[in-house]
Every structure is written in C-alpha cells, then in structure tokens.
C-alpha cells in the first residue's frame, strides 16, 4: 500500500486577501512568495515555494488539502488505491500543477466532498525563507505544514478513507465538551511522526469546513512573544496559552479574518509506530487552552452551510 508522507499545502478561500496579508506577515510571521493574476495569495514558511495558498473567494473556508507522496510512482500507486475503492479522480493539467508548484498531481474528494490533492515533486522557493517578524522558524520538514482540523459528514466513513485509501494511521481518539450540552468526538490521524496530520469530527454546529489550522513554531518564545504580540495588536485570541493531552502542544488559539482559528504552537509529540498505543482522551488540555468569547465569523455563504 502506498501511504501519503505529509500535509504539504493548504489552500483556503478568504474573502479578504488585504486582511489576509497583513495577519499572515505581521502576526503569524509567514512571507508573501508571490500573486497570481487571480489574486492568489502564497504564503512561505520554509523552503518550499509556498504552503499555504490564498484563493480569493466568499467562503472563508479551506479549499483543499494537499497531500504529498515520493514520486511519480507513488502518485499512480494512490491513483490506484482509489480506483479500488470506488472514488473518482482527475489529473491535474500542466497549469494546475505549475499553480500548486508540484511536478504532478491527482484530486478527488473524500466522503465529504472537501477536496483534496495528492502530489509529489514541490518546487523549492525562488528565495530563502525569512521572517518578517523575529522568530526562529516553523517545524515543517518531512512533518509537513502542521495539521488541519475539520468538519465532516460521517466519521467512520472519513475514517475508512483516510485509512484504507490513503493509508493514514490513528493516533488517538478525543470524546469532550466544548459547552454544556455539547459532546464532540474527534479522531486524530498521523502518516509521519507528527502527532497528527489531520483531525476530524462531526460537529452539528459548525457553518464552515475548517476548525482550524495549527503551525509550529522552533521555540516556546515564539509562542509566547506572538501571544503578547496578538494581545497588543487587539488581534482576537479564541483560547488562552495552554497544553494538550494528546500531542502536548503548548499553544494558544488566534483568530483569523475569516472567522476560523489558528493554533499557534510549540514542542508537539512524535509518534513511533513500533510503541506507539491508541489511547481515548476525554480532556483536550491539561491546562489553559480557556475558550474566551467565540470569533466573529463573516456571514457565512448559505450555499456552502455543512449539511
């Protein structure tokens, strides 16, 4: 079975690109790596030529995940993968793939509908990467961008998929309570030693895909100066400073422009698959992590409400 490596990239629909720019750069302290004729914004935290992509748009929700594989060889062998399995997929042209900055690519959705990409062959940058900010960097490597945390239809489905098609392992499962008379059951899921790449759940209260996404930072004053930095600017901290039971992330959770959050974090667990044992939380964090008053979100798109 060919098992997809990381989560490379991460396109998202904003409907405000102005206000996008400036929170990626002055507040999460990514660089712009250039424009499209569209308006597509890319976003670089590291080496490659870009990791996350702005796609102007009304829906303030993510676009796609991309997932990333070895080789040309690799990519046929999911291709194949998820011919066995019934699922329809299309290969991208010559003009997508040089948009994704990959050598080649297939898409497809999963049993949800939100798209998403395998490739392989990402394009380095033009230019090193630098901070506009003082930070030390972002963990990315072989670990990939981080994680993305969404909203879905039919978990054991959306567990099947990921598992069996596209050969992601359990890292642990998550039963809490966000509020009274609110129970949510996440799934996390790994496919390097990152903790988790991807978590899920099915949550009847969400209007949009995306809960958030999380990137990691080289030192815990990173975090702690972004958080005094997102209190001085007014920038809307969705959850306090805290520590997580699962993946022992020391983060704290910031608004974005389009109404979802971004976890910004420090010293994440690793998964070794030889030890490694499933576990069921019933806490996210072992402290802090205090949900202050929720994050506007803009007026959702009635069109593209979770069902």
């Not at 990409?117 to 990315?140: C, L, N, W």
């Not at 239809?153 to 499962?173: E, I, N």
């Not at 809490?176 to 899921?189: H, R």
Request: charged residues 20%; glycine residues 10%.
């Amino acid at each position: 079975m060919v098992n997809v490596r990381a989560l490379g990239y991460l396109g998202i629909e904003v409907s405000d690109l102005d206000r996008w720019a400036s929170f990626a750069t002055d507040i999460l302290g990514l660089a712009i790596s250039g424009r499209d004729a569209d308006g597509t914004l890319y976003l670089q935290m590291d080496e490659r030529h870009h990791r996350f992509a702005l796609h102007p748009g009304p829906a303030d929700d993510l676009a796609y995940n991309g997932w990333e594989v070895a080789s040309a060889a690799e990519l046929a062998g999911i291709g194949e993968q998820l011919r066995a399995a019934g699922t329809s997929f299309e290969t991208g042209d010559a003009a997508l793939c040089a948009r994704r900055a990959v050598d080649g690519l297939i898409w497809f959705r999963d049993p949800s509908g939100i798209r998403s990409e395998v490739y392989y062959g990402a394009h380095a940058a033009t230019q090193p990467f630098v901070s506009p900010r003082a930070i030390s960097g972002f963990v990315t490597g072989d670990q990939g961008i981080g994680h993305s945390v969404f909203a879905v239809d039919d978990p054991d489905a959306t567990l099947r998929f990921y598992r069996d098609v596209l050969g992601l392992r359990v890292s642990d499962f998550m039963t809490f309570s966000p509020q009274p008379g609110v129970t949510l059951s996440m799934t996390f899921m790994h496919c390097n030693p990152r903790h988790h790449s991807l978590a899920f759940m099915k949550n009847p209260n969400a209007v949009r895909r995306i809960s958030h996404l999380m990137i990691e930072t080289g030192t815990i004053d990173d975090v702690g100066r972004t958080f005094e930095l997102c209190e001085a600017r007014g920038i809307p901290i969705a959850m306090t400073l805290g520590r997580h039971t699962n993946d022992w992330m020391f983060s704290f959770y910031v608004g974005t422009p389009s109404g979802f959050m971004i976890e910004y974090g420090y010293g994440g667990r690793l998964v070794d698959d030889a030890v490694w044992q499933i576990e069921t939380y019933d806490s996210t964090s072992f402290w802090g992590h205090r949900r202050q008053l929720p994050v506007a979100p803009p007026a959702p798109q009635p069109e593209r409400l979770l069902r």
